[in-house]
């Protein structure tokens, strides 16, 4: 049976970060880039990584940083995972001692097939990087392998459930369970995560 993970990105507390995991978020997203209202520093991103339960996958979340950059940042926070949302090329992925998801900000369709051997995420082009709700053209991932693609990008509790049928690995949200910009809205997370998880049932 298809699975589908679910990452829920913009943590900023314990407490929403503990509303996503007993929702049954696999994966908890924090962003190290000082521009974003989300940001989070390593020593707060490492208290509360230091109190989740065993199996959450923490992914820390990059703009503009020096590969030794983000290896000192994933290791002070416990990250598992390094998030790159901005261009880089294979050089600098492998230079990475971290786990690493690289980012396209895919602005027309033959973008999505970019590191089409990896497990990558993909999210609508925006000049400010990311969570601002902005969505990707669906259709772009008709008839493309998607099993190594994370879906993100203005997605939502009301649309996450008409993009899984693509078989993408996994989806991504941040604004779209947010009560405010870094607060996240709890019961937008849990129907976030169930829906998801459902849709993929139901196929
Ligand atoms: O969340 C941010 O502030 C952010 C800042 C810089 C780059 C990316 C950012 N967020 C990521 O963008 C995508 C899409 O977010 P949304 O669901 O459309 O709000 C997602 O991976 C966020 O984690």
Known sequence: MHNI?????GIT?????MVAVEAGADALGFVFYEKSPRFITSDIARSIV????????????????????????CKV????????????DEHYLKSLNTKVLPVIRAKE???????????????AYCESYGGVGKRLNI???????????????????????????YGFYGVDVSSGV?????KKDPEKVRS??????EAVCAL
């Open 5 to 9: 993970r679910v990452k829920i990105c």
């Open 13 to 17: 507390s314990y407490d929403d970060a």
């Open 50 to 73: 230091d109190r989740l339960p065993p199996f959450v996958e923490r992914v820390g979340l990059f703009v503009n940083c020096s590969a030794k950059e983000v290896d000192e940042v």
């Open 77 to 88: 926070a416990g990250m598992s995972t390094a998030q790159i949302h901005f261009d880089v």
């Open 109 to 123: 369709p033959k973008d999505v097939l970019k590191f089409s051997s990896s497990y990558r995420l993909v999210d």
């Open 139 to 165: 259709e772009w991932f008709s008839g493309i392998d998607c099993s190594k693609i994370i879906l993100a990008g203005g997605l939502t509790p009301e649309n996450v459930a008409e993009v899984v049928r």
């Open 178 to 182: 947010e009560l405010e910009k870094g």
């Open 192 to 197: 976030f995560i169930k829906r998801a998880k």
